[in-house]
């Protein structure tokens, strides 16, 4: 029986880049790339996080990368499992797991069924109740949002695989779209024009870099030009190229178009009511994609209406699960969880 005073208090951002794990009392404890290196012939985890990440694009063919999540869905559930289990593991209770709550919070893409199977990874190591929450919600809280309130707010939440776009008002999302046109599309794309225009192959973490450095929405002053490095796809020999600011940016622009057609059809379906507080409230942008440079006149610019960037794109998610916390044993104490284990797996 879980009590909702002295309940342990633990929550993860199961992100499609990045994985973040908190314990109330002692904040964030896990925050690394949701990267993992498993051996081919023996399927033993070899490493996972910053460790695999700085592996990523040098391995041999002895070893496979494995990300969890892609474009929002689990596409590997055994190693979902794995990470799972290895957080779980690190984390210094307090606390016995019987009276914990662990709150996950999900890509709106993971299906029912994929829900269930991470809640029992959950279940299994010992926690006492086990809840799912839609990633865009907590991100509007972690944004400094107000959800409860019954008042239309807007969040745009640029991650590594999907973008997703949700309208919440009284606690919970209204309307809501995802679209896979992300960190990880925007990388792909760099390399693809890199590729196509200076014939050079670069990995995925050079393009990435690129994105980070210099990539923008709108001119800014400080514009400038850098070196990438990667293979000549016709001689096969190492070679550079100088690529431009303005380059990117057009890159980039292509790709967003696909995110303001999405955030239209999102207005479109929106009731008229919430739009006119949307018209007020404006667009709040969330997600490692909010720190692309001069995102916000970039939407300004296009929908005459205000947009801010989270103060801390990167930790809305988690920042959310922190402050509804509160909420959860708000509903402990109210009984509003069920008690039974049967019924708690349909939270
Ligand atoms: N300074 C930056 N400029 C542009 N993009 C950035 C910057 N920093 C991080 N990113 C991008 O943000 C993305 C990761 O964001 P985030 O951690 O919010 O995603 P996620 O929550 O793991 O993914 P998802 O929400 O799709 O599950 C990556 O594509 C990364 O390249």
């Not at 910053?50 to 869905?73: C, F, N, Q, S, W």
């Not at 794995?82 to 307090?94: A, P, S």
């Not at 000549?232 to 696909?258: C, H, M, Q, Y």
């Amino acid at each position: 029986m879980i009590k909702p005073d002295s309940a342990a208090f633990i929550s993860l951002d199961l992100g499609t880049s990045n994985i973040l794990a908190y314990v109330a009392g002692q904040g964030v404890v896990y925050n690394q790339p949701s990267l993992m290196a498993y051996d081919v012939n023996t399927n033993e985890l070899i490493c996972l996080g910053i460790e695999a990440y700085e592996m990523a694009g040098k391995t041999h063919e002895g070893i496979r990368m494995v990300t969890p999540l892609v474009d929002g869905v689990i596409a590997d559930l055994e190693a979902a499992s794995d990470l799972l289990k290895h957080i779980f593991g690190r984390l210094q209770m307090m606390n016995s797991w019987k009276n914990s709550v662990v709150l996950l919070a999900c890509p709106s893409g993971v299906t029912e069924l994929e829900r269930e199977a991470l809640k029992m990874v959950a279940k299994d190591m010992g926690a006492g109740l086990v809840l799912i929450e839609e990633e865009a919600k907590m991100a509007a809280l972690g944004a400094g949002i107000n959800i409860d309130l019954p008042m239309g707010n807007l969040v745009l939440d640029i991650g590594g695989g999907t973008t997703d776009v949700a309208i919440i008002s009284a606690g919970e999302i209204v309307v809501s779209k995802s679209l896979k046109n992300a960190g990880n599309f925007f990388d792909e794309e760099i390399r693809k024009y890199i590729r196509s225009e200076y014939n050079i192959s670069v990995g995925r973490k050079s393009a990435e870099n690129v994105k980070k450095e210099i990539g923008s929405l709108v001119k800014y002053p400080a514009e400038r030009a850098m070196q990438v490095y990667g293979r000549d796809i016709v001689s096969g020999l190492p070679k550079e190229a100088r690529i431009t600011s303005e380059e990117i940016r057009n890159v980039l622009l292509n790709s967003f178009s696909k995110i303001t057609d999405l955030l239209i059809e999102l207005l479109e379906e929106t009731p008229p009511e919430l739009a006119g507080d949307i018209m007020r409230n404006g667009i709040t942008i969330c997600g490692g994609g909010a720190m692309i440079r001069n995102i916000e006149r970039y939407f300004i610019d296009i929908f005459q209406i205000p947009a801010r960037t989270a103060k801390d794109p990167l930790n809305c998610v988690i920042d959310g699960t922190k402050l509804f916390e509160k909420t959860v044993r708000r509903r402990l104490e109210n009984g509003l969880y069920p008690k039974d284990e049967k019924s708690f797996l349909s939270f």
